[in-house]
């Protein structure tokens, strides 16, 4: 694909929704509190939300599994009989320094190809934005944050600090945040790839920290997929209008194919 050119984009809207408690540390450690959650101050309140890199993360981690060299399956795209690799991961959710020694040959091949570049011209494409993007996701319910018990380990022997206690921060069952992701130029494998990462959190999933501890299982309701391509450019060019997909649809996997090795 000629990701020069305008070829499709879609945003999918709705709600990620707390199961059992969650924790997204904010990365801060406080006196006897570890990592509070992520919140922003406004006039004195503080509103919780979720960033939109940690759920991309949580996606892109599922892909990565998925095309993960030794885990004994091999994903085809159907249209062309390719065999999709970390290259495919990397295509949607952006890189850096493609050309760096450790990264496989096959993996810069498969991008050249995908990008229609001679793989000597690596160092002209050595960096690629992403074609995913996930808005930081506000809390929509009225919920405070409950702070439980931890105990504190020794980073250099792994065993716990005789006597030594925090507080964490997790948002209990119920509560909710905003989701609004949006797709650029993705071709109908590429959609399907993202598709596959979905499936586990919108069946319930493990999201956020501290999982050991028992939280974290979340589900997201998608409410809304809308969609513009060329068939329906003028319309929206003209009109801002986009047309609509049923979910089923938007995550029917018809694209790839999968082979047990």
Known sequence: MDFSKFENRYKITGELVVLTALHIGSGKEGENQDSPFMNLEINGE?????PGSSFRGYLSTKLERFLEEDNGIVLKDKNTNDKLNSADVKLIFGYTNLDDKEVPAKVRERVAKKLGKDLKQIDSFKSMAGRIHIADMKI??????????????DRNTGATEKGAKFDYDVLPSGTKFKFVMELENLEKYQINLVALALQDILEGDLFGGK????????RLDIKEIEYVDRSNLKEYIFKRKMGTLKKEDFLKIDDIDLVIE
């Open 211 to 218: 999982l050991s501890r028992g939280i974290g299982k979340c």
């Open 46 to 50: 503080k509103l919780y939300y979720i």
């Open 140 to 153: 929509l319910s009225d919920v405070d944050s409950i702070k439980r018990d931890g105990i504190k380990i």
